[in-house]
């Protein structure tokens, strides 16, 4: 069964605008990842925050981490029109990792 | 570094019919994981390894599905009798050492199932 689960399913922004997906999962978790899919392409990881951390940032991406809520966020600021993809957040509790159904985003230029 | 490594890249049969998938993952990867990605999903877990054991097949639909990864590198997963629903990508991915770390995956088999 899927762990996480993305909002919204999808997002249209404008180039240069920040993009702002959510997730929630259900169960403990040791560390929370997201993905970026491009269509017909494997997945890519963008970046991993621990059970113990509450935000992380790298490069124009910060993602926040509510374990108490059992959520988390990625937002993409000044997005561009290369993050056109789906967006997935990926949770493991005990080596597996398990996906939500993702955000798709477009930006248009 | 060369990524993981997967084909075919594109396999189209008749239903009931058997098809094979193989990966090799990047060197030196202890674990491996094939995912099923149908159209518009997220990827969904069908079996972990770590090394050339089995650490996770609790979706792997065992009647049909069957995967291994006898020297603890490369693997394959077969599907046999193919159904029509099981017409999707799929991924496989490999980590260091499978403690969570971040997955690297490969682009996909995309299996059409007519």
């Known amino acids: 069964s899927q762990q996480g689960e993305e909002d919204p399913q999808a997002l249209s922004i404008q180039e240069g605008e920040n993009a702002t997906m959510n997730c929630s999962y259900k169960?403990?978790?040791?560390?929370l990842q997201w993905y970026r899919q491009n269509s017909g392409r494997g997945l890519v990881h963008l970046i991993l925050i621990r059970s113990n951390e509450r935000e992380k940032h790298s490069g124009r991406l910060r993602v926040t981490l509510d374990t108490s809520k059992k959520s988390s966020s990625l937002l993409i600021t000044a997005s561009r029109a290369a993050d056109t993809a789906s967006y997935f957040c990926a949770t493991g509790s005990s080596g597996d990792m398990r996906f939500g159904a993702g955000t798709r985003l477009t930006v248009k230029p | 570094e060369a990524g993981v490594a997967q084909s075919p890249r594109y396999k189209i049969i008749e239903k009931r019919q058997s098809v094979a998938f193989w990966c090799n993952p990047i060197s030196g990867h202890a674990t491996l994981y094939w995912y099923q990605q149908i159209l518009g999903q997220g990827p969904k877990l069908l079996i972990q390894?770590?090394?050339?054991?089995?650490?996770?097949d609790s979706q792997l639909p065992k009647d049909r599905f069957s995967a291994e990864r006898l020297k603890g590198v490369d693997s394959t997963l077969k599907i046999q009798p193919a159904k029509l629903e099981d017409s999707a990508v799929y991924l496989c991915a490999s980590s260091l050492t499978g403690t969570e770390e971040k997955l690297f995956f490969g682009s996909g088999t995309q299996l059409s199932v007519l």
């Open positions: 169960t403990s978790i040791n560390n």
């Open positions: 390894f770590q090394n050339n054991g089995v650490v996770d």
